[in-house]
């Protein structure tokens, strides 16, 4: 399985394997705090 690959969905649509999930957030401190939160989250997982 390729992390970069894009499956396709029943609808049609193509997502990414792997990604932060913060595509549809507004910029700002707020998200920047959401991402940095959950790299540290995987961080202390591994």
Do not use: F, H, K, Q
Request: with cysteine; glycine share 8%; aromatic share 2%.
């Amino acid at each position: 399985m390729d992390i970069n690959s894009t499956p396709l969905l029943n609808n049609g649509i193509e997502i990414p394997r792997l990604g932060p999930g913060d595509y549809r957030s507004e910029p700002g401190i707020e998200t920047e705090n959401a991402v940095i939160c959950a790299l540290e989250e995987i961080r202390t997982r591994c």
